[in-house]
C-alpha cells in the first residue's frame, strides 16, 4: 500500500519573510533567503523545517531539533540548538498558526473532495438557486429552490442546502452537512455530518401526550465562524437563533433554540447548550460543559470542561464544577472533599 501525504507545501518561506510575518528580527549571521520548504514537530523537524515551542513538556525535544528555524517563548530561548534559528517571540504559537496557513491554505476548509472546479456530475442544483460565479459543487449535493450560495464557497458530497438557505462568500460546507431556515455570512466553515436550522426540541406536555410545537425561527451565523463536525444548531422557536462573529464551535456541540452566541466565543466539543440562554462576547466553555436554558454567560466568563451550569455566570469570571460556581469556592470544596476522604481513610485504618 502507498503511504501519501496529504497536506504538501504549497510555497517556500524564506527566513526573511518568517521573520517578517513574526513581527521579530532574524538572528545575526542567520541568511534571510535561506528557504523553508515545510513544518514538522520538533522531534522529526529537519535542516528545511519550520518548527515552533512553548510547552515545558518538550524541553529535551527541543534541545535536540534538528529544525531550521524555531519560534520559541523566551523562557526557552537557551535551550535552542546552536544550528537552529530561533526567531523568540511572545506567542510563538500563534505565529506558527499564521505561517502555517501560509504552507498549506488548503487545510483551513474543508474543499471539494471530487475536485470540482464548478457544478459537478450527480449534484443537484434548483433551477431556481442562484450561486455567484466560482462555486463548486461536489457529487451529490442538493441545493434547493432559492437558495443563494457566494462566490468561492464550497458545498461538499452529499451536503443538503435547503430552500431560501443564504450562504455567503468563500465559505465551505462539508460532507453530508445539512441546512435549513440558515443564513449564513462570509467565510463560515461547517465540516463535515454538521446538522444546522432543524426542528429545536420544543412540545407542551400534557397527561394525555405531548403536543409538538412548530419551530418558526431561523439560524443565523455570522461571518468567520467555523463549526465542527456533527455538531447540531437547532433554528429558533419563534426567536432566531444566532452564532455571532469568529465564533469557534468543536465537533459533537449541541445549541438549541433561540440560543444567542456572542463573537468570538470558544465552544469545546461535547458541550450541550439548552433553549434560550444567551452567551455574551469571548466566552469560553470547557468540554461536556451542559448549560440549563435561559441562563447569560456574561462576556470574557469561562467555564471549566465538565460542569453544569444552573445560573446566570458574571462577566469575567471563572466557574467550575457541578453545580458551577467560581472557581475559587469549587477548589475549597475540593480540598475539603479530599481532606475528608483522607480522614476517613485513616479512621477506617484504626478501627
Known sequence: MSDPIFFTPNVTLSLGAIAEA?????????DPEARITGAAPLESAGPNDLAYMDNARYGEALAATRAGICLVSPRFAPRVPEKTVALVLRDPYRAYAGLLARLHPEAMRPASLFGATGIAPGAHVHPDARLEEGVRVDPGAVIGPGAEIGSGTVIGANAAIGPGVRIGRDGSVGAGATLTHALLGNRV??????????DGF???MGPGGHLKVPQIGRVIIQDDVEIGANTTIDRGASRDTVIGEGTKIDNLVQIAHNVVIGRHCVIVSGVGISGSTTLEDYVVLGGQVGV???????????????????RDVPPGSRWGGTPAKPVRAWFRELTTLARLAEKSAKDDEKA
Open 202 to 204: 420544543g412540545f407542551a
Open 189 to 198: 466553515i461547517v465540516h463535515p455530518g454538521a446538522r444546522i436550522g432543524q
Open 22 to 30: 513574526a513581527g521579530v528580527s532574524l538572528p545575526e549571521g542567520a
Open 292 to 310: 440549563v436554558g435561559h441562563l447569560r454567560i456574561g462576556m470574557g466568563a469561562q467555564i471549566a470542561g465538565s460542569s453544569n451550569v444552573n
